[in-house]
């Protein structure tokens, strides 16, 4: 089983990501922003050249938004994604930026949270965000690209049923294993028996549960959480999974670039176990 591994590179204009990655001994990055002003072709063709050079693969965009964002279960609600109504139209709009950039830099899809979407089907802003939802994947793939929509925020049931309720044969999720334990929305090996057959990336993080009602659980390093990378990796073996494993470490400094290399150690263990 030869699952790539890489890690998350940011759009920036100031350093250069792709000679930083293969120095860590990564051939595969998922890219990611949350400034829309660096979408423009001059920031491709740079991109296209630097990761040329350095012999590292662009799997994906991840696609942020601008405005206000809280982290948490009380503010990240009205604050986070697409869900929030006074926020929808213009984070809609920098998606379509982002779909338009990953045309340019020839990746396969872009990503994005969605945010907290309603697990009731009935909330009345549950049908403008299928809508919006619709009118997103329908951009992406008029440019040949998926849309794709990391875990994390919502059940998995609520994101199989929008995935479902929108139809449309480009729709994709990047599987945070972190994410739904840090939510305290699933375990995301169970998930996978929801939703498997659309994950088509992973981000791969470790956590721990929620322990008060107000905040997310606590990231932690691969191997102390609650995430059970055997298993999950065995079954996505048995279910066909193709995609790429990509590291999220999120902490900043050499403490962060340490646990991302001891990371990387693990995940081949793993694999060569179960060759």
Same mark, same amino acid.
């Given at each position: 089983?030869?699952?790539?591994?890489?890690?998350?590179?940011?759009?920036?204009?100031?350093?250069?990501?792709?000679?930083?990655?293969?120095?860590?001994?990564?051939?595969?990055?998922?890219?990611?922003?949350?400034?829309?002003?660096?979408?423009?072709?001059?920031?491709?063709?740079?991109?296209?050249?630097?990761?040329?050079?350095?012999?590292?693969?662009?799997?994906?965009?991840?696609?942020?938004?601008?405005?206000?964002?809280?982290?948490?279960?009380?503010?990240?609600?009205?604050?986070?994604?697409?869900?929030?109504?006074?926020?929808? %139209? !213009?984070?809609? $709009?920098? =998606?379509?930026? #982002?779909?338009? *950039?990953? &045309?340019?830099?020839?990746? @396969?899809?872009?990503?994005?949270?969605?945010?907290?979407?309603?697990?009731?089907?009935?909330?009345?802003?549950?049908?403008?965000?299928?809508?919006?939802?619709?009118?997103? %994947? !329908?951009?992406? $793939?008029? =440019?040949?690209? #998926?849309?794709? *929509?990391? &875990?994390?925020?919502?059940? @998995?049931?609520?994101?199989?049923?929008?995935?479902?309720?929108?139809?449309?044969?480009?729709?994709?999720?990047?599987?945070?294993?972190?994410?739904?334990?840090?939510?305290?929305?699933?375990?995301?090996?169970?998930?996978?028996?929801?939703?498997?057959?659309?994950?088509?990336?992973?981000?791969?993080?470790?956590?721990?549960?929620?322990?008060?009602?107000?905040?997310?659980?606590?990231?932690?390093?691969?191997?102390?959480?609650?995430?059970?990378?055997?298993?999950?990796?065995?079954?996505?073996?048995?279910?066909?999974?193709?995609?790429?494993?990509?590291?999220?470490?999120?902490?900043?400094?050499?403490?962060?670039?340490?646990?991302?290399?001891?990371?990387?150690?693990?995940?081949?263990?793993?694999?060569?176990?179960?060759?």
């Amino acid at each position: 089983m030869a699952f790539d591994i890489g890690i998350i590179a940011h759009l920036r204009c100031e350093q250069d990501e792709f000679v930083r990655i293969a120095e860590m001994g990564f051939a595969v990055c998922q890219l990611q922003c949350w400034n829309p002003g660096l979408y423009t072709k001059e920031s491709a063709e740079e991109i296209a050249k630097k990761s040329k050079a350095a012999g590292v693969r662009i799997t994906t965009l991840w696609t942020g938004w601008t405005g206000k964002t809280i982290w948490d279960f009380i503010s990240g609600p009205s604050t986070l994604g697409i869900v929030p109504p006074q926020m929808r %139209a !213009q984070r809609a $709009k920098e =998606l379509k930026q #982002g779909a338009d *950039f990953a &045309s340019l830099i020839n990746v @396969p899809a872009i990503i994005t949270h969605l945010g907290f979407i309603p697990e009731n089907p009935s909330d009345p802003n549950y049908a403008s965000v299928v809508e919006t939802v619709t009118d997103v %994947a !329908q951009y992406c $793939k008029n =440019l040949g690209l #998926g849309f794709w *929509f990391e &875990s994390g925020q919502e059940t @998995p049931v609520t994101l199989l049923r929008l995935i479902e309720d929108v139809g449309m044969p480009n729709l994709g999720i990047n599987l945070d294993t972190g994410n739904l334990i840090l939510y305290g929305k699933a375990n995301p090996l169970d998930a996978l028996d929801v939703f498997g057959k659309y994950v088509c990336n992973l981000h791969i993080k470790d956590a721990l549960y929620p322990t008060n009602g107000r905040e997310l659980g606590k990231e932690v390093r691969l191997g102390e959480g609650k995430v059970d990378f055997p298993r999950i990796l065995s079954r996505l073996k048995n279910i066909g999974f193709t995609g790429e494993l990509i590291i999220e470490r999120e902490r900043a400094g050499e403490r962060q670039k340490a646990d991302i290399i001891d990371a990387h150690r693990y995940l081949k263990r793993l694999l060569k176990e179960l060759l």
